[in-house]
């Protein structure tokens, strides 16, 4: 069946720090892929998502490209704040229609000042 | 437009007592979704409805129904509590088509204590 993996955390970095968070998945034909960020005490909220391989997408200074060779959609950002703290989900949709989203297990970020 | 919302935010039971949470969306979504999320399970997946008057099982249905009787609610029953349903509960909904396809919106979360 279809999965998504992604690193562990919980992932520490200073402010300004470069961040990447890995997500890899398993799934048949062609998914959409997508991250979700979770602020404390907050639901989940869409963050970026991409359709199709070689798709980048961004959003608020994140980026991940569908990079279908390698299964994978990391997530990245080049100069991490305070507010950027949060737990990231990967998720995947393999397009069918009744299929649920497929979750990752989160990777909880902290950004020190 | 207020999205998904969820009501109650926060509830205490008793262990044996029931409750229902109840899950509302305005945005016309044909797919409605529960989940439970306990610290370091991520999400997992409670039931679902791909329309009205249907629901489906998900990863971790047992302890746990639901019905849909209207297009914008979905209502996720405990019949009788226990201290393992003690978690935080997420509803979600999802566009399943146009150019917002498959994206999920949640709402803000219950959080459960079952003592």
């Known amino acids: 069946g279809n999965s998504v993996t992604q690193m562990e955390g919980p992932v520490t970095l200073s402010e300004e720090a470069f961040l990447t968070i890995n997500c890899t998945y398993t799934?048949?034909?062609?998914?959409?892929l997508f991250w979700y960020v979770q602020y404390p005490g907050e639901g989940l909220q869409l963050l970026l998502k991409?359709?199709?391989?070689?798709d980048k997408g961004s959003n608020k200074g994140f980026e991940a490209t569908y990079r279908k060779e390698t299964t994978s959609f990391h997530l990245e950002k080049g100069s991490v704040q305070v507010s950027d703290s949060a737990v990231y989900f990967c998720?995947?949709?393999?397009?069918?229609?009744?299929?649920?989203?497929?979750f990752g297990k989160g990777t909880r970020l902290s950004v020190i000042a | 437009n207020a999205g998904v919302t969820q009501t109650p935010k926060f509830r205490v039971l008793k262990t044996g007592q029931s409750m229902t949470l109840l899950c509302a969306q305005d945005m016309n979504h044909e797919y409605m979704y529960w989940y439970r999320q306990d610290p370091g399970m991520g999400l997992r997946l409670i039931h679902y409805s791909v329309g009205e008057g249907t629901t489906a099982k998900g990863e971790v249905p047992d302890g746990y129904n639901v019905s849909r009787l209207k297009k914008q609610n979905f209502l996720l029953g405990l019949e009788s509590a226990a201290p393992s349903q003690t978690s935080v509960y997420f509803c979600?909904?999802?566009?399943?088509?146009?150019?917002?396809?498959?994206?999920?919106?949640f709402g803000p979360g219950t959080r459960l204590t079952v003592t």
């Open positions: 991409a359709t199709k391989a070689d």
């Open positions: 799934a048949t034909g062609y998914p959409s």
């Open positions: 998720a995947l949709s393999d397009n069918s229609g009744n299929t649920p989203l497929v």
């Open positions: 979600a909904s999802i566009l399943t088509g146009g150019l917002r396809r498959n994206e999920q919106y």
